[in-house]
């Protein structure tokens, strides 16, 4: 049974940081693009970022760059997110998700394209 566990979320104040994990278990997680996705309240979901099955080929919403790094350790089938500088703006749901096919990274980002979701992790910025 596949599974993707969210931690490492929190109340931060502008300005810091926080570095979410994704624990993923019952698929062979080496072979996968992952993904992050965010969604704000109120609002629908929102691509923040992705990692190719080899982790060397990260990708991100403009918005993010600079601010966010997307890493995997294929060894401990985790999945991170460090997310420095945070805006009051990046508050939202935290979920990863997992690409369906096999050693697979399209460019363009389709909902349909992701086969399993983790149950998300909040992250609130706040004074």
């Known amino acids: 049974e596949v599974q993707l566990v969210e931690s490492g979320g929190g109340l931060v104040q502008p300005g810091g940081s926080l570095r979410l994990a994704c624990a993923a278990s019952g698929f062979t997680f080496s072979s996968y693009a992952m993904s992050w996705v965010r969604q704000a309240p109120g609002k629908g979901l929102e691509w923040v970022s992705s990692?190719?099955?080899?982790?060397?080929?990260?990708r991100y919403k403009d918005s993010v760059k600079g601010r966010f790094t997307v890493s995997r350790d294929n060894a401990k089938n985790t999945l991170f997110l460090q997310m420095d500088s945070l805006k009051p703006e990046d508050t939202a749901v935290y979920y990863c998700a997992k690409y369906y096919a096999s050693r697979w990274y399209p460019s363009v980002v389709k909902w349909d394209d992701y086969d399993y979701w983790g149950q998300g992790t909040q992250v609130t910025v706040s004074s």
């Open positions: 990692i190719n099955s080899g982790g060397d080929s990260p």
